[in-house]
Nanobody
């Protein structure tokens, strides 16, 4: 059974930091592309960051502030979020793209609120 379990969300002041974690199970993590997406109230879900087996990429809105990393031994992907802004407030979702057989999986989401 595939599971993606996120944690680390919460309430933080503008300029603060949070680290999200996503623990994966039930599929081959090391060959899967892992990503973070987010969805703010009233908006569509949007891409935040991606980590393939060898490369990372980011949305322009978070570049230079967020860092995605992965620990293949622990089947875990992280999102370090620094210099948080109110517009970063959203539910953050972990996403896995398994290469073969091709399939995709979503976590349940974790709320991040940036407010004074």
């Amino acid at each position: 059974q595939v599971q993606l379990v996120e944690s680390g969300g919460g309430l933080v002041q503008p300029g603060g930091s949070l680290r999200l974690s996503c623990v994966a199970s039930g599929f081959t993590f090391i060959t899967s592309t892992m990503s973070w997406y987010r969805q703010a109230p009233g908006k569509e879900r949007e891409f935040v960051a991606r980590h393939t087996s060898s490369a990372t990429s980011y949305a322009d809105s978070v570049k230079g502030r967020f860092t995605i990393s992965r620990d293949n031994a622990q089947n875990t992907v992280y999102l370090q979020m620094n210099s948080l802004k109110p517009e970063d407030t959203a539910v953050y979702y972990c996403y896995a793209l398994r290469t073969w057989p091709r399939n995709e999986f979503w976590g349940q989401g974790t709320q991040v609120t940036v407010s004074a």
